[in-house]
């Protein structure tokens, strides 16, 4: 951010926004790895956004993290859907989005639980997480 004494603080809040459009830029133009999550309908009614955490696998048991947990992207978006038209982007940064699933759950605020998978060779886990929560300014 520049310095300069001569500047208004309206020039310096400019140069900050072109800082950080750019690096919005940058993410866009392919330079960040990103993860996409679509949420149907359901997010509408409930409020929620579904953080995937781990899956266990019917025949051993084995559990393996999965999702957020193991993700290599840097960012997760997560896009809400209503009658099959992308409505909202919610961008979070991987490394924030996995503390704010370890939190919650060492808060006692929030459970693991089965999701989707029923049919498969394994039962999914994860995370209900209010897409307010997503912005309150303690889990920032």
């Given at each position: 951010?520049?310095?300069?004494?001569?500047?208004?603080?309206?020039d310096?809040?400019?140069?900050?926004?072109?800082?950080?459009?750019e690096e919005i830029c940058s993410i866009l133009e392919g330079n960040s790895k990103i993860e996409v999550k679509?949420?149907?309908g359901k997010w509408l009614k409930s409020g929620n956004i579904a953080v995937e955490v781990y899956r266990v696998y019917k025949?051993?048991?084995f559990k393996e993290y999965t999702g957020v947990m193991s993700s290599k992207s840097e960012w997760f978006v997560y896009n809400l859907?209503?009658?099959?038209?992308?409505?909202?982007?919610?961008w979070i940064k991987t490394q924030d989005l996995k503390k704010l699933v370890i939190n919650l759950y060492k808060r006692g605020q929030h459970q693991i639980r089965?999701?989707?998978d029923?049919?498969?060779?394994?039962?999914t886990y994860g995370m209900l997480i209010k897409i307010n929560e997503l912005f309150e300014a303690s889990n920032i």
């Open positions: 951010m520049p310095t300069n004494k001569n500047k208004s603080n309206f310096i809040d400019l140069d900050w926004g072109k800082v950080k459009e679509s949420e149907k025949s051993n048991n859907v209503k009658n099959n038209e992308n409505k909202r982007l919610i089965p999701m989707g029923k049919d498969s060779k394994f039962t």
